[in-house]
Nanobody, 123 residues
């Protein structure tokens, strides 16, 4: 069981930056791939990116490549989503999720989800 809590969402103007955090309370967090997903109003939840366990690399959706970066600090059981050059199309609720085994970009392989944090980008 992994409990995840996102924070850092808010409202920002187009071109701005935000950093989201995903914190866990269990030490087993370090053994999970952590993915970031987002869901815009009226749309499906889509993959943003993910980070492997220590040394496992990262993967990003084409829509955020070059603008978003994921990092993790296992010493404090936290994963970050650094978002730059934000546009109104990035407006969504952002979720982090933990994956034990499976494909990083497949939603139903993730076993644990946070409650989400709202990001709103105004033009």
């Amino acid at each position: 069981q992994v409990q995840l809590v996102e924070s850092g969402g808010g409202r920002v103007q187009a071109g701005g930056s935000l950093r989201l955090s995903c914190a866990a309370s269990e030490q087993t967090f370090t053994t999970y791939v952590i993915g970031w997903w987002r869901q815009a109003p009226g749309k499906e939840r889509v993959f943003v990116g993910a980070i492997g366990t220590s040394g496992g690399g990262t993967q990003y959706a084409d829509s955020v490549k070059g603008r978003f970066t994921i990092s993790r600090d296992d010493s404090i059981k936290t994963v970050y989503l650094h978002m730059n050059s934000l546009s109104p199309e990035d407006t969504a609720v952002y979720y982090c999720a933990a994956l034990d085994v499976g494909r990083w970009a497949r939603r139903y392989d993730y076993g644990f989800w946070g409650q989400g944090t709202q990001v709103t980008v105004s033009s």
